[in-house]
């Protein structure tokens, strides 16, 4: 059993940045795949970034690629994600997941079995 808690959510102005943590709890934590997905208001929830058990492998939806990073603390139980070059469009709740099942990254909400609650990101023009 594992549990999310992502925090630093805010306001930030377009071109800005801003870094996302997802604590983890759970002995398991280093063995699962993790993601980041987000939602905007009236939007499905969409992808965002991933990376594998280790580390290594990380996949990023074509939207962030080259202003996102994901990288991940195993020794921490951290997952974090560095959102750089901000736009208005990328203004949704942020939520940080978990496969328990994959151990490499996947980019479809369904393969992911724990959520957290999410942290609300404003980019404003």
């Known amino acids: 059993q594992v549990q999310l808690v992502e925090s630093g959510g805010g306001l930030v102005q377009a071109g800005g940045s801003l870094r996302l943590s997802c604590a983890a709890s759970g002995r398991t934590f280093s063995s699962y795949a993790m993601g980041w997905f987000r939602q905007a208001p009236g939007k499905e929830r969409e992808f965002v970034a991933a990376?594998?058990?280790?580390?290594?492998?990380?996949y990023y939806a074509d939207s962030v690629l080259g202003r996102f990073t994901i990288s991940r603390d195993n020794g921490k139980n951290a997952v974090l994600l560095q959102m750089n070059s901000l736009k208005p469009e990328d203004t949704a709740v942020y939520y940080c997941a978990g496969d328990s099942r994959n151990r490499n990254p996947r980019n479809r909400a369904n393969s992911y079995d724990y959520w957290g609650q999410g942290t609300q990101v404003t980019v404003s023009s």
């Open positions: 990376i594998s058990w280790a580390g290594p492998y990380t």
